[in-house]
């Protein structure tokens, strides 16, 4: 962080660092450290400086001096901006779509760790292998094979499943899986370490969540014949399915009331951009369907694209992101315009802005009192001349109080790119991929609620940069 009290003796060194005059900064703030003065703030501002250059050895150095010199709240969120939080698998590979049980005391996640595609290259494009990892001894066993393209594990309830999307479909006489092909929907016995195809690839099947007693698990999936997707009960024991919502459109991610009475969804029923035709181009809108009745109910709009539909845990409020700007001026509000991030309340029938499109926003999730809600967002005012290759650079986690607005800054997005945050079940911690310059996608894990301690902040300097 940057210090700007008036008359700061560091307010010298930090106009150096501003104008990218690294080497004289570091000169400065080395006097300020021989005369005495502002040790903690001298030795990060040069870690800093070091970690912009390059010189990591010289960074750690510093950075663990700025620790033992001054160990405050500043200096804390200061070192996590550069080290991020726990490391729990490297940022040598490509990790993605972690995963909590529902005792918060395990995590799932996919890890690419070989080049299978053989492009040089560890990337999305490789097939990644299911690895979990025990958060009290922070063990890690693999699981599933990275034969194929694994994604999207999730823990049944009573902790005894894993199930996951895979494609395993190869290409014509190669050696290498067709990413383009449809998954199945398949099933790891985590006591038995047996696995199960529970829907085959022809039935395209997608978004999915499990029923609270993990007998059954309600998904989107193709049936052939219908023109789109939509959302059956799947029976794990018998392995037969039930149609919810017919697929006469398209319908996708689905979510179920913890009381298993009530069916959240996303789907397309209307020409909405007026080009002939109803698909994803147009804007969806969000229903919930009376499992008893059968009866459904539009609780969202499609005046706007709506998306990502997810119950609080109190089942009171309906999570959502909503496009309703044309914040790139392009002349389309679509899926490249910011969508802020709103809950409709049930029980007031009432509609509210959490977090609000000015800034990117995704993967928000409620914390199990639901009194926050957790999400990836870009905070900072990054220079349009800067070319990232990578869309989701410098974007961090954030919290925010849906009663106050106060909003907490969990990983910092000023060095590095976050993707796909996921809250553990007692609202402890967050689990996200995260990177920087020259790296691949680290799995990391942070606390929602407090710090690190010294210990632990010096164990992320040593282990992280």
């Given at each position: 962080?940057?210090?700007?009290?008036?008359?700061?003796?560091?307010?010298?060194?930090i106009d150096l660092?501003?104008?990218?005059?690294?080497?004289?900064?570091?000169?400065?703030?080395?006097?300020?450290i021989s005369?005495?003065v502002?040790?903690?703030e001298?030795?990060?501002?040069i870690?800093r400086?070091?970690?912009?250059i390059?010189?990591?050895?010289?960074?750690?150095?510093?950075?663990h001096?700025?620790?033992?010199?001054?160990f405050t709240?500043e200096?804390?969120?200061d070192v996590?901006e550069?080290?991020?939080?726990?490391?729990?698998?490297s940022?040598n590979?490509y990790?993605?779509?972690p995963?909590?049980?529902?005792?918060s005391k395990?995590?799932?996640?996919?890890?690419v760790?070989?080049?299978?595609?053989?492009?040089?290259?560890?990337?999305s494009?490789d097939?990644?292998g299911?690895?979990l990892?025990?958060?009290?001894t922070f063990e890690e066993?693999y699981i599933?094979?990275?034969?194929?393209?694994?994604?999207?594990?999730?823990?049944?309830?009573d902790?005894k499943?894993?199930?996951?999307?895979?494609v395993?479909?190869?290409l014509?006489?190669?050696d290498?899986?067709?990413?383009?092909?449809?998954?199945?929907l398949?099933?790891?016995d985590?006591?038995?370490?047996?696995?199960?195809?529970?829907l085959s690839?022809k039935?395209?099947?997608k978004?999915?969540?499990?029923?609270?007693?993990?007998?059954?698990i309600?998904?989107?999936?193709?049936i052939p014949g219908?023109?789109?997707?939509g959302?059956y009960?799947l029976?794990?024991?018998?392995?037969?399915?039930?149609?919810?919502?017919?697929g006469l459109f398209?319908?996708?991610?689905p979510?179920?009331?913890k009381d298993?009475q009530?069916?959240?969804?996303s789907?397309?029923r209307?020409?909405?951009?007026g080009?002939g035709q109803?698909?994803?181009?147009?804007?969806?809108a969000?229903?919930?369907?009376?499992?008893?009745?059968?009866?459904?109910?539009e609780?969202v709009?499609?005046?706007?694209?709506?998306?990502?539909p997810?119950?609080?845990h109190d089942?009171?409020k309906?999570?959502?992101l909503?496009?309703?700007?044309?914040t790139?001026k392009?002349?389309?509000?679509?899926s490249?315009?910011?969508?802020g991030?709103y809950?409709?309340?049930?029980?007031?029938?009432?509609e509210v802005?959490?977090?609000?499109?000015?800034f990117?926003?995704?993967?928000?999730?409620?914390?199990?009192?639901?009194k926050n809600?957790?999400?990836?967002s870009?905070?900072?005012?990054?220079d349009?001349?800067d070319k990232?290759?990578?869309?989701?650079?410098?974007?961090?986690?954030?919290?925010?109080?849906?009663?106050?607005?106060?909003i907490?800054?969990?990983?910092s997005?000023?060095y590095?790119?976050?993707?796909?945050?996921?809250v553990?079940?007692d609202g402890?911690k967050t689990a996200y991929?995260s990177?920087?310059?020259?790296t691949?996608?680290?799995?990391?894990?942070?606390?929602?609620?407090?710090?690190?301690?010294k210990?632990e902040?010096?164990?992320y300097i040593?282990?992280n940069?």
């Amino acid at each position: 962080m940057f210090f700007n009290l008036p008359f700061s003796p560091l307010n010298k060194g930090i106009d150096l660092m501003r104008k990218n005059e690294l080497s004289a900064a570091i000169a400065y703030f080395k006097g300020l450290i021989s005369s005495k003065v502002l040790l903690g703030e001298s030795y990060f501002n040069i870690g800093r400086c070091y970690f912009k250059i390059g010189d990591i050895s010289e960074a750690k150095k510093n950075l663990h001096n700025a620790l033992d010199n001054q160990f405050t709240e500043e200096i804390i969120k200061d070192v996590l901006e550069i080290t991020n939080w726990k490391l729990l698998c490297s940022y040598n590979y490509y990790n993605n779509w972690p995963t909590f049980s529902s005792d918060s005391k395990k995590l799932a996640f996919v890890s690419v760790r070989k080049d299978t595609n053989g492009d040089g290259l560890i990337n999305s494009t490789d097939r990644g292998g299911i690895y979990l990892i025990n958060l009290t001894t922070f063990e890690e066993k693999y699981i599933v094979t990275d034969d194929y393209y694994n994604f999207h594990p999730k823990f049944s309830p009573d902790g005894k499943y894993l199930t996951y999307l895979s494609v395993r479909k190869f290409l014509p006489d190669k050696d290498i899986v067709d990413t383009k092909a449809n998954p199945g929907l398949y099933l790891f016995d985590l006591e038995t370490d047996q696995e199960t195809e529970l829907l085959s690839d022809k039935y395209r099947p997608k978004n999915y969540t499990f029923t609270d007693d993990s007998k059954k698990i309600i998904l989107a999936c193709w049936i052939p014949g219908n023109n789109g997707s939509g959302i059956y009960a799947l029976d794990i024991a018998e392995k037969k399915t039930i149609e919810i919502v017919p697929g006469l459109f398209e319908n996708t991610f689905p979510s179920m009331s913890k009381d298993g009475q009530y069916l959240l969804f996303s789907t397309w029923r209307r020409d909405t951009n007026g080009d002939g035709q109803i698909n994803f181009r147009d804007n969806s809108a969000i229903f919930l369907k009376n499992l008893k009745s059968y009866n459904e109910f539009e609780i969202v709009s499609d005046r706007y694209n709506n998306m990502f539909p997810s119950y609080s845990h109190d089942g009171k409020k309906v999570l959502f992101l909503s496009y309703r700007r044309d914040t790139n001026k392009d002349g389309l509000i679509d899926s490249l315009d910011n969508p802020g991030i709103y809950y409709y309340d049930l029980t007031k029938q009432k509609e509210v802005c959490v977090v609000d499109d000015k800034f990117f926003n995704k993967f928000p999730s409620f914390t199990a009192d639901d009194k926050n809600v957790v999400f990836l967002s870009s905070w900072r005012k990054v220079d349009k001349a800067d070319k990232y290759k990578d869309y989701f650079e410098h974007k961090g986690v954030y919290m925010i109080n849906i009663d106050t607005n106060k909003i907490k800054r969990i990983v910092s997005d000023k060095y590095y790119g976050c993707y796909y945050p996921v809250v553990s079940p007692d609202g402890q911690k967050t689990a996200y991929v995260s990177w920087r310059k020259d790296t691949r996608r680290g799995l990391y894990l942070a606390s929602l609620n407090g710090y690190p301690s010294k210990e632990e902040l010096h164990k992320y300097i040593d282990d992280n940069i």
